[in-house]
């Protein structure tokens, strides 16, 4: 039978139809174009997100499956306990003390989930408190061609931030004790999910990169004003050199060896945010976001974002692209939206296909293990590649000094952003930490219902005590609205069960993984501030 339309339509609908018609070719080349074995393992998604159709050919996009309704219907039978199961298996939530014996922190707490479609996820999320500084950092990564590149980003950024941030006597002071074989302070204190873990095997690599990093930074040293906006600039921007450096130096440890590689082939892009006191700080490189959730007097609720997102849409940033590059390849550095008609992100991490010379990526690869010719990422070089880097991981960092009416923020990977409109995030997450939703009145947008349709609103609305209850963790209920909305916003728990069962390859076709963290604010420690300043 025919695909129906409701298959291809969320996609289409976030400008990805030509993802979903190289996915479907690319389904249809095998004997079971919609296989129901979920565990193995393709890159096809990674691929598909870094590189568009023309590498896998064009496709007529009516498709007939017969044995579609026979094959998904074994996946729609969901209880609410499985999907709560499902729901939760990631979430963490982490509660700040107001005062942590050096810092009044504006950060009541935070709440974090993450639901993959890719196989393994290639998000990540990391969160941590500034010890030797101020400040707590929270961040979100989006992997594509892999999760490599994200995974180091997520071990790694923050501390490379940390140091950025220390004075000169604190890094002289940590140089003197690892110089002497004395114990060194911690720079972070991690918040983390059991499933957020770091690589045992690479950490003495990543931490003679970071020392090298202090070092020079002891060399640099200057009596300027500290500014963190240009430490969080130098942080992403030297994070990535040096992921770009270890892979072209061949490690004795053929595992090392390989994940540096892979690291550097593969791609990340970052939102983190730095808080401190009344200072929010977002730094971006990529196409993840940062949104302010902002109640208005009259309890209603706005948002304001902190971030740009780095591809064709954003018209500055086609235009930067452009200016780095000579007018001849005017017509071929930004193509079919994509950078090189390649890559949907302007700006990322690692990606090295795109920011190495052809002679250095020829020579690394030459010298590389075997294993690493399998990677269909690292078989060809991009089209029109005449005056690399195409690509940076310079972030644009905003800065926002919070305020009273300023109550949550809002951290998310594209897969959320693809599916809710970001009014629509700050209003459920505002409405599920207020709990006011239930006394708004109910609006169908513009749809025909009938009685029996609206009684269904209102049971389901009933059911919302229950669900609000259900959720403690505000990222929880933002992907369960995100991936369970139907045409009137409501949860319908069968269109959830649905989503949440889908087989592999097909959940990729609706959906990115969805990486969330939600960050509240402490009003009274805000207004304290303020109160403070203007009385003295």
């Not at 064009?58 to 219907?73: D, E, F, G, K, Q």
């Not at 790694?156 to 941030?165: C, H, W």
């Not at 004795?252 to 994940?259: A, E, K, R, T, V």
Request: aromatic share 8%; glycine share 4%; with cysteine.
């Amino acid at each position: 039978m025919l695909v129906p339309m409701q298959l291809v339509y969320p996609a289409l609908r976030n400008r990805e139809a030509r993802r979903v018609c190289a996915t479907v070719c690319h389904h249809c080349s095998l004997q079971n174009c919609l296989s129901t074995q979920t565990g193995r393992h393709t890159s096809g998604r990674s691929l598909l997100k870094a590189f568009p159709s023309p590498f896998l050919g064009s496709c007529n996009p009516v498709i007939h499956l017969r044995n579609y309704r026979a094959t998904v219907a074994q996946f729609y039978s969901l209880t609410p306990p499985q999907v709560n199961s499902i729901l939760k298996a990631n979430e963490y939530s982490f509660k700040v003390p107001e005062f942590d014996g050096k810092n009044v922190s504006p950060v009541l707490g935070f709440d974090t989930n993450q639901l993959p479609s890719n196989s393994p996820v290639e998000d990540r999320r990391c969160a941590a408190t500034c010890l030797q500084s101020r400040g707590m950092l929270l961040g979100v990564i989006d992997g594509h061609a892999g999760c490599a590149c994200a995974q180091g980003v997520s071990e790694r950024l923050f501390y490379y931030i940390a140091v950025s941030l220390l004075h000169h006597k604190t890094l002289l002071e940590i140089e003197n004790a690892v110089d002497n074989g004395r114990v060194v302070l911690p720079l972070l204190q991690w918040h983390k999910h059991p499933n957020d873990y770091f690589s045992k095997e690479a950490s003495k690599m990543y931490f003679d990169s970071l020392r090298t990093y202090w070092q020079e930074l002891l060399d640099l040293h200057t009596e300027e004003t500290h500014d963190t906006v240009e430490a969080l600039i130098n942080s992403f921007k030297r994070l990535d050199s040096d992921m770009s450096l270890e892979a072209q130096v061949p490690n004795d440890n053929s595992f090392l060896n390989y994940w540096q590689l892979q690291v550097a082939f593969s791609g990340a892009t970052a939102c983190v945010a730095h808080i401190d006191g009344v200072d929010l700080y977002i730094a971006n490189t990529g196409d993840s976001r940062a949104v302010l959730g902002v109640q208005e007097e009259d309890g209603s609720w706005s948002a304001l974002t902190l971030s740009n997102d780095h591809n064709a849409q954003n018209e500055s940033e086609v235009e930067r692209v452009k200016s780095e590059h000579p007018k001849s390849e005017a017509k071929t550095v930004v193509k079919q939206e994509r950078l090189l008609s390649l890559l949907m992100p302007f700006r990322a991490f690692g990606d090295v296909k795109f920011k190495w010379s052809i002679e250095l990526q020829k020579r690394v690869l030459e010298s590389g293990p075997e294993l690493l010719h399998e990677n269909e990422c690292t078989k060809f070089i991009p089209p029109n590649y005449h005056t690399p880097p195409y690509l940076t991981a310079q972030p644009e960092v905003t800065h926002h000094k919070l305020r009273p009416q300023d109550k949550f923020l809002v951290l998310a990977t594209d897969g959320l952003w693809e599916i809710l409109h970001r009014q629509e995030v700050v209003r459920i997450v505002g409405e599920h930490l207020t709990g006011v939703h239930l006394q708004q009145p109910i609006t169908v947008a513009g749809y025909k219902v009938s009685l029996g349709q609206m009684h269904e609103l209102l049971m389901e609305r009933r059911a919302r005590v229950s669900s609000a209850f259900e959720d403690q963790n505000s990222a929880t209920h933002l992907i369960r609205h995100a991936v369970g909305h139907n045409e009137f916003g409501a949860i319908d728990h069968q269109r959830l069960s649905k989503m949440l069962s889908l087989p592999e390859d097909l959940a990729r076709m609706y959906r990115d993984d969805i990486t969330v963290t939600v960050a509240q604010f402490n009003s009274h420690v805000i207004n304290t501030h303020y109160k403070h300043n203007s009385e003295s």
